[in-house]
């Protein structure tokens, strides 16, 4: 069965400097990757996904994701981080084949928190 | 223009009670969803459904059911409401085909049941 975890249930992170939000997934073929953010009171946003090619994904916003088949990551990155970066995010992951019935899995969420 | 819409955007009502949530999508797409949010944020799938047909149904009470009137329509109809129903649910849609498809997500309709 396919599933999906975010180690960290917040993330904190000073403004301008690096940020790291660490996912890990478990399929049992090849992953589809997803990365959503949510702001307060507001539905998903896609940022990006890893499908197949190159390991580095870059997305919406600045934010970029590095897949890493040996360690079965997918951590979601931005060289420098916004206050307005602040918001929940949460890593998806769905097995590259089978039918309709395949559904998108969701980590727990990790709410990244840009101080000033 | 809002991609994915849903009303209403709160909803409370007493234990009990039957309510619907609407959604609708003008983006297009073949495949509609309805996942939960709980308190603790944890999101999970409650039902897809592919050009009016039922894909998956996941361990949902069958309090809960959804109706697809056409592709770009996906409401969620609740009987007997319960304490525990108490949620943030969210319509999602994307396109067919493939299933590296990213999904299209509405405002959410948040749900209170005293």
């Known amino acids: 069965a396919q599933s999906v975890a975010q180690p960290e249930d917040q993330v904190n992170v000073a403004e301008g400097n690096p940020l790291t939000v660490k996912c890990t997934y478990s399929v049992s073929g090849n992953p589809y990757l997803f990365w959503y953010v949510q702001y307060p009171n507001r539905g998903l946003q896609f940022l990006l996904k890893y499908i197949t090619g190159d390991n580095l994904v870059k997305g919406s916003y600045g934010f970029e994701a590095e897949f890493n088949k040996s360690q079965t990551s997918f951590h979601l990155k931005k060289p420098s981080a916004l206050v307005s970066d602040s918001a929940l995010y949460f890593c998806a992951v769905r097995e590259a084949y089978g039918g309709a019935t395949n559904k998108l899995i969701f980590g727990t969420g990790t709410l990244l928190a840009v101080q000033p | 223009d809002t991609a994915v819409s849903q009303t209403p955007k709160y909803l409370v009502t007493q234990m009990g009670n039957d309510k619907s949530i609407k959604c609708e999508q003008n983006l297009g797409h073949d495949t509609m969803y309805w996942y939960k949010q709980d308190s603790k944020k944890f999101l999970k799938i409650m039902f897809s459904?592919?050009?009016?047909?039922?894909?998956i149904n996941e361990t949902v009470p069958n309090r809960f059911s959804p109706k697809s009137p056409d592709k770009a329509h996906l409401n969620l109809h609740i009987n007997s409401l319960e304490l525990g129903d108490s949620a943030v649910y969210f319509c999602a849609s994307s396109p067919v085909g493939t299933l590296n498809n990213e999904q299209f997500f509405g405002p959410g309709t948040r749900l209170t049941v005293l």
């Open positions: 459904y592919n050009n009016k047909e039922l894909i």
